[in-house]
């Protein structure tokens, strides 16, 4: 309990960071006004083809962790041991995420996931969650937030302060209160978009590798798969928007298949839906949301995807959201308001999520294209053999970001460049290296981690 205990609080949002932070508070004894523009979850099917399936790590587990949930999410897990990528006309390969056992992300079905938080937050005395409650908009010197019923069209205000907005990258909160000058925001869209298919089981069983992460990069574009399940997996296509390699060229069920055929000739096969799943998916955009401030006194804050959607490249967009879940938990134990709590949340997880943000983007570049280069797997096996020769002061940035939660991406992010540098040193193209020359690199530019 704290200084906030018997309070209450809006939160816009029910996904997962929403659902999540709902819990977090409830915990501490702050009553929570929980508002979803969908239906509930538990009696409607997810929507199809918009969710790029999920990869847990090791943030994202601290978080759920610290909220006592993590034994009802294990059963939804899938480990995924690595990359399996796959080139044309050769075997694929796979690419191990770290050298530990432990070192694993795990792929979950965002819907179920949803599921599980909403119940447990329901289960917490003071907790209120209205479904098919739509924003409308928030007035920060009125003091109103604005909502409407989706099912009989009837519309209510309340109170703005204090409000926390998780209502994801398009947040309503977000726009409205830019509309009125209050905070600035700005997208930058990809020029590529995501569209989602399936690979359905193969008698009972998955039609790939079931403990990995499968990737068909092609320079420029490519294919993702993550496990599920019930057998199957959810398949990801990026690419560009316009172009000769892009969705606009994609104009027609012929043209789907033979580009396929052409570029995923060994997964086309296990995928019998994907002219119809094609036509039907929607076509989504990819972009990194860009706002400043996030918070407004006391009266509300952008939380998650809301304050700081970033791409999905690193599979961190969830993590971060519930980073960000774990960090106002804490800020809740050393304040007494919320104008405090709302504050010193921007003031430490501002660097970090603009660290992920760039990293995000620049994983992209890797999967697609990076791994695919000689140089890269070069380059990738002295950085394990570095971090098996100085654990204490060299990770790969890879590693920092998923499995290390005690490291901020902000170092993550410093600490990589300079790793980079070191590798790029050593690397005589041929994948050895001077081992004298790599204890005086690293010991001359990485100080030991905390």
């Known amino acids: 309990m704290n200084a906030l205990s018997g309070r209450a609080v809006n939160i816009v949002g029910a996904g997962l960071a929403g659902a999540l932070l709902a819990l977090l508070l409830a915990r501490r004894g702050i009553r929570v006004a929980l508002h979803e523009r969908r239906p509930d979850p538990r009696q409607s099917h997810p929507e199809q083809g918009r969710s790029i399936n999920l990869a847990l790590a090791a943030r994202g587990t601290r978080a759920l962790e610290r909220a006592g949930v993590m034994d009802a999410v294990r059963p939804l897990l899938i480990p995924m041991r690595g990359r399996m990528v796959h080139e044309p006309g050769v075997a694929a390969s796979f690419l191990p995420y770290g050298q530990r056992a432990e070192e694993v992300i795990w792929s979950v079905a965002r819907a179920k996931l949803n599921r599980v938080l909403i119940d447990a937050a329901r289960r917490q005395p003071g907790v209120t969650v209205r479904f098919s409650q739509a924003c409308v908009g928030a007035d920060a010197r009125a003091d109103r937030l604005r909502l409407r019923d989706t099912l009989t069209g009837v519309a209510s205000e309340l109170a703005l302060a204090p409000t926390i907005a998780t209502d994801g990258a398009g947040s309503v909160v977000r726009s409205s209160l830019a509309g009125t000058g209050a905070l600035r925001e700005r997208e930058d869209w990809l020029d590529h978009d995501y569209k989602e298919l ?115 490249f690193h599979g961190q967009g969830m993590n971060a959201a519930f980073e960000d879940c774990s960090v106002l938990d804490e800020l809740l134990e050393a304040h007494a308001n919320w104008d405090e709590v709302f504050t010193g949340f921007e003031a430490r997880r501002r660097v970090d999520t603009e660290a992920i943000a760039r990293m995000a983007i620049e994983n992209y570049l890797e999967m697609r294209d990076a791994v695919r280069d000689a140089g890269f797997v070069r380059r990738r096996s002295i950085g394990l053999a570095l971090e098996r020769a100085y654990p204490e002061r060299f990770i790969p940035r890879y590693s920092m970001v998923m499995f290390h939660p005690e490291i901020p991406y902000a170092v993550a992010l410093a600490r990589g460049e300079i790793q980079a540098s070191i590798l790029a040193e050593l690397d005589q193209g041929d994948g050895d290296f001077d081992a004298t020359r790599a204890s005086a690199l690293v010991a001359e530019r990485l100080p030991p981690l905390p």
């Not at 359905?200 to 068909?216: I, M, Q, T």
């Not at 043209?255 to 119809?276: C, I, K, S, W, Y």
């Open 198 to 312: 399936t690979i359905p089981a193969r008698d009972g069983r998955h039609a790939l590798e079931r403990e990995a992460l499968h990737v068909w990069p092609r320079g420029g574009f490519m294919l993702i798969a993550l496990p599920n399940t019930d057998c199957t997996f959810t398949a990801t296509l990026f690419l560009a928007r316009e172009g000769p390699a892009s969705f606009a060229a994609l104009g027609d069920p012929a043209a789907v298949g033979a580009f396929f055929q052409r570029e995923f000739a060994d997964v086309a096969p296990h995928m019998p839906d994907l002219l119809t799943e094609f036509a039907s998916h929607p076509q989504g955009r990819l972009g990194t949301v860009h706002a400043e401030p996030w918070h407004l006194g006391g009266s509300v804050l952008l939380l998650g995807d809301a304050a700081h959607a970033i791409v999905p």
